[in-house]
């Protein structure tokens, strides 16, 4: 581990030995492997870029908390990922992810946590509820917390 220099105890920075070392309940292998080929969320093209396919990822409740803590409901995403998605000038999204572990919540209801590494340079931990339905995957919750090196 490689502490941080705030003294907050909070502050710590995982080694990537470490994150990817984490312990998942076997018994929730094939939910990991299901929910690591869905993150990160709104990011991955294959899985749609249009704001039916968006809509179609979420909970009718979803909301997230983004890096600069600002609280965005559902419309807000939405609206966010049209643009997103539909200016041609935008670069390619470049990212990867690791760390991943998941946990049961409730019933079909699932916690997943994992660290994303966006443009080779800004590092997020990223928590995801997710919950398993009739029609699929459906993201409830998803927030975003910068890390700092």
């Given at each position: 581990?490689?502490?941080?220099?705030?003294?907050?105890?909070?502050?710590?920075?995982?080694?990537?030995?470490?994150?990817?070392?984490?312990?998942?309940?076997?018994?929730?292998?094939?939910?990991?492997?299901?929910?690591?080929?869905?993150?990160?969320?709104?990011?991955?093209?294959?899985?749609?870029?249009?704001?039916?396919?968006?809509?179609?990822?979420?909970?009718?409740?979803?909301?997230?908390?983004?890096a600069s803590g600002?609280?965005?409901?559902?419309?807000?995403?939405?609206?966010?990922?049209?643009?997103?998605?539909?200016?041609?000038?935008?670069?390619?999204?470049?990212?990867?992810?690791?760390?991943?572990?998941?946990?049961?919540?409730?019933?079909?209801?699932?916690?997943?946590?994992?660290?994303?590494?966006?443009?080779?340079?800004?590092?997020?931990?990223?928590?995801?509820?997710?919950?398993?339905?009739?029609?699929?995957?459906?993201?409830?919750?998803?927030?975003?917390?910068?890390?700092?090196?």
């Open positions: 581990m490689v502490f941080a220099s705030s003294a907050n105890v909070y502050d710590v920075a995982m080694s990537s030995e470490t994150e990817s070392s984490q312990v998942n309940d076997p018994r929730l292998a094939e939910t990991l492997a299901e929910l690591m080929s869905r993150e990160p969320i709104f990011h991955r093209t294959e899985l749609g870029t249009t704001r039916a396919d968006f809509d179609g990822m979420m909970d009718p409740e979803f909301w997230e908390i983004g600002r609280r965005y409901d559902r419309e807000d995403v939405l609206e966010v990922l049209e643009k997103r998605f539909h200016d041609s000038s935008r670069p390619e999204d470049l990212w990867e992810t690791s760390g991943f572990e998941c946990r049961r919540l409730a019933g079909e209801v699932y916690l997943l946590t994992y660290t994303l590494l966006q443009e080779k340079q800004r590092k997020s931990r990223r928590t995801a509820i997710w919950q398993r339905t009739d029609s699929g995957w459906k993201i409830v919750f998803h927030q975003g917390t910068l890390m700092q090196d």
